[in-house]
């Protein structure tokens, strides 16, 4: 457990004002066949809206934004293979500071590609034989970068945490909420935001079945690892909660729920066929729980955050006609 001060819902709301302008506050949307089939009153908080498509924007921005000037000439390091890799990069271009982005030799092309588009240099590694993390440490303390972490990082958190925020001073109260879970930075700045603003809300985190560390961290009281698990939903591959979000997850979440690939591609494929939308598998984690659960949900008025919409177009195709 960390000794480090959590972020508050205080942070939250400074987040929103540092992003504000820069973040996209993306749009709500309804679907009068999902309230049917939940018996509910469903929102869709569409992070898949977001700039360079995923909610990572805004925790990468926030982060970036507190930079000094001395860090902001030396640069900013992170790893990632997707999401955060393009979000840091795109901050670090708005604000002009340089970005070295560490990514395994395998990620997909397109995310190696538009990371660099952003202006980032990217370095890769073995995601078998080597550590990421330990790569990034380095880098960092050779060139006198900061790094910036995908999850566990408390300016990251609090950015993560303005897409509840919003989703609840547009809709009001809530009777649930879905927020999809890897590492835990979207699902604690989340549960920032619903204990502040709609205390009452039954707050679930939702993770892909083959992966499911969180669920077991939070049935046991203390965070387990896992290898690499297999699953679709690439954004949840995460092997651990962190130091910071899984104090607050622990302390704020109801529950942690699962679902399967076969869960996830017929979520995929609702948000095509009825709203017109591309959600990437990691994205569609909420609503497939919330499908599941819908004898509980009855009558209910629920939140579900979709959390991006980066999906390789190929890939997205194949997993559609599975």
């Known amino acids: 457990m960390s000794s480090l001060p959590l972020?508050?819902?205080a942070d939250v709301q400074a987040a929103a004002a540092r992003i504000d302008g820069y973040a996209h506050r993306t749009p709500v949307l309804t679907s009068r066949t999902a309230n049917a089939e939940l018996g509910a009153e469903v929102f869709f908080k569409c992070e898949n809206l977001q700039r360079m498509g995923a909610f990572k924007f805004r925790g990468a921005y926030n982060?970036?934004?507190r930079f000094d000037e001395a860090q902001r000439r030396a640069g900013v390091v992170a790893f990632s293979s997707g999401n955060h890799a393009q979000a840091i990069a795109l901050s670090a271009r708005l604000m002009g500071i340089p970005a070295t982005i560490v990514m395994p030799l395998d990620a997909p092309a397109a995310k190696v590609a538009a990371t660099r588009g952003y202006g980032a240099e990217v370095v890769l590694y073995d995601?078998?034989?080597?550590?990421?993390?330990?790569i990034g440490r380095n880098l960092a303390q050779q060139k006198g970068m900061t790094l910036i972490p995908p999850y566990d990082?408390?300016?990251?958190?609090?950015?993560?945490g303005t897409a509840a925020k919003e989703l609840f001073e547009e809709v009001g109260s809530l009777d649930s909420l879905f927020v999809c879970l890897g590492g835990g930075g979207?699902?604690?700045g989340s549960a920032l935001s619903t204990r502040a603003l709609s205390p009452h809300t039954r707050?679930?985190?939702v993770e892909p079945e083959a992966g499911n560390d969180g669920q077991q961290s939070f049935r046991s009281g203390s965070i387990v690892h896992i290898d690499t698990p297999q699953t679709i939903a690439d954004g949840a591959q995460?092997?651990?909660l962190g130091n910071l979000t899984f104090p607050i997850i622990r302390r704020d979440v109801n529950d942690i729920l699962t679902v399967s690939d076969a869960e996830l591609r017929a979520a995929m494929r609702f948000f095509a066929e009825r709203m017109k939308i591309v959600v990437e598998p990691t994205g569609c984690l909420g609503f497939a729980a919330a499908r599941?659960?819908?004898?509980?949900?009855?009558?209910?008025?629920?939140?579900?955050?979709?959390s991006g919409g980066n999906v390789d177009i190929a890939r997205y195709a194949a997993l559609l006609a599975e």
């Open 203 to 205: 707050l679930y985190g």
């Open 292 to 306: 599941a659960m819908k004898q509980q949900l009855q009558g209910q008025r629920v939140g579900i955050i979709l």
């Open 186 to 188: 979207l699902l604690s």
């Open 63 to 65: 982060a970036l934004a």
């Open 238 to 240: 995460t092997q651990h």
């Open 127 to 134: 995601r078998y034989k080597e550590d990421r993390e330990e």
């Open 153 to 160: 990082h408390a300016d990251v958190i609090a950015g993560q």
């Open 7 to 9: 972020p508050t819902y």
